[in-house]
């Protein structure tokens, strides 16, 4: 079902920015947004390398590297959208389920004491010099 579809059949449970009761849930869909261009940059490092984000940014974002680090980054991610529920229940609550089971295998590797694993096609080692 395309977007236009989805408006003639006014049903906008897909939609939180249209929500008009309670608009709080808004500010919760826009997190929602926010996160998924953070974890992006989270999971694909060679796009601090294309993107042009600041300094300060890019410092944040290379600090979450750990097993640990990374099921905190996912588990704060997931309260925020766990905290929408107390508004209303949404769509914003599979966003909150996906996001606390990431978590949840990113602190199972951690507790199991396994490396984490980067990827060359997502822009982990040696990427740079295949730009080059």
Request: with cysteine; charged share 10%.
């Given at each position: 079902?395309?977007?236009?579809e989805?408006?003639?059949?006014?049903?906008?449970?897909?939609?939180?920015?249209?929500?008009?009761?309670?608009?709080?849930?808004?500010?919760?869909?826009?997190?929602?947004?926010?996160?998924?261009?953070?974890?992006?940059?989270?999971?694909?490092?060679?796009?601090?390398?294309?993107?042009?984000?600041?300094?300060?940014?890019?410092?944040?974002?290379?600090?979450?590297?750990?097993?640990?680090?990374?099921?905190?980054?996912?588990?704060?991610?997931?309260?925020?959208?766990?905290?929408?529920?107390?508004?209303?229940?949404t769509?914003?609550?599979?966003?909150?389920?996906?996001?606390?089971?990431?978590?949840?295998?990113?602190?199972?590797?951690?507790?199991?004491?396994?490396?984490?694993?980067?990827?060359?096609?997502?822009?982990g080692?040696?990427?740079a010099?295949?730009?080059?």
């Open positions: 079902m395309t977007l236009k989805e408006f003639a059949t006014r049903n906008f449970s897909i939609a939180n920015f249209f929500n008009l009761i309670k608009p709080i849930l808004i500010l919760f869909g826009i997190i929602a947004l926010v996160s998924s261009f953070i974890i992006l940059f989270i999971e694909v490092p060679l796009l601090l390398r294309i993107c042009p984000t600041s300094a300060s940014f890019d410092a944040a974002i290379r600090k979450v590297s750990t097993n640990y680090m990374r099921a905190g980054a996912y588990g704060v991610m997931a309260l925020i959208q766990w905290l929408s529920i107390t508004v209303a229940t769509s914003l609550i599979a966003a909150a389920v996906v996001l606390t089971f990431t978590a949840a295998c990113y602190l199972l590797a951690g507790v199991k004491k396994q490396a984490f694993v980067g990827s060359k096609t997502l822009g080692a040696g990427v010099q295949m730009i080059v």
